[in-house]
């Protein structure tokens, strides 16, 4: 039984007792073995009402995911081998495997947590060193000691961004495997990028940055028939010196 822990309770609260049995026909559990009962809330009254489900709400063992990158990490195989070296009593070989598949996933669990936290405060103390370097180089040049201090703080961050986008590759991949190619919020932030990344924003024409939309067409319009003859003639003289 669910919900409630007891179905009854006394007015004056001191009087706790439990009715936790259904009568069915005789077919009933060969048809429905997995039916269960919920008790649910008694609000002004003494009883709890009863519903009987036959819904299986079991959905078996719940998933361990990972993603692919910390298997690559310091410690991961270390952590596997100590939950596959747990012990277990018991002689049937499927349940010593289900036994350390759990302790494995556990270990694994406590482990990725620490490791999570050991990256976001090297990440949090290398922009926080970034940014008074920053600041400090905008009143006098920095040292050499210093500039190796900033381009190793730049180079933490950055490799923090490309497990971060690793990581969402990687959920992408696995929810197009279980939904299919749906018109996410993801497919279209990828769209957009690419559409941001193809535009022109701006031209140099000589020697002066435009971003006026009529002149960079004027210009582009005006270079394709430049580029046209250029490749005519050069096709010309290629086909002239083949003779």
């Keep these: ?21 259904v009568l069915v026909c005789e077919n009933f559990m060969n048809k429905w073995p997995n039916a269960s009962l919920l008790a649910l809330g008694r609000n002004i009254s003494d009883h709890s009402p009863l519903i009987l489900t036959t819904i299986n709400n079991s959905f078996g063992p719940s998933p361990f ?22 012990i277990c009593e018991s002689r049937f070989m499927d349940e010593v495997l289900a036994t350390k598949s759990k302790v494995v996933k556990e270990e694994l669990k406590k482990w990725r947590k620490k490791k999570k936290e050991e990256e976001e405060k090297d990440l949090l103390e290398a922009q926080n060193k970034l940014t ?30 490309s497990k971060i986008a690793s990581d969402l590759q990687q959920k992408a991949r696995v929810r197009w495997i279980g939904l299919g190619d749906e018109n996410t919020r993801y497919f279209h932030s990828i769209v957009n990028n690419h559409i941001a990344r193809n535009k022109i924003s701006g031209l140099w024409i000589n020697e002066v940055w435009v971003s006026d939309p009529k002149e960079i067409k004027a210009q582009i319009f005006d270079d394709i028939p430049r580029k046209i003859q250029r490749t005519s003639l050069c096709e010309t003289e290629n086909w002239s010196r083949g003779f």
């Design 1 to 21: 039984m669910g919900g409630m822990k007891y179905t009854f309770l006394s007015r004056d609260g001191t009087n706790l007792s439990k009715l936790d049995r």
């Design 65 to 86: 995911r990972m993603f692919n990158r910390c298997s690559d990490l310091e410690g991961f195989d270390e952590t596997v081998r100590k939950g596959l070296d747990s």
């Design 132 to 161: 008074q370097l920053d600041i400090l180089a905008e009143s006098r040049a920095l040292s050499g000691e210093e500039i190796t201090i900033w381009q190793d703080c730049k180079d933490k961050i950055k490799r923090w961004h």
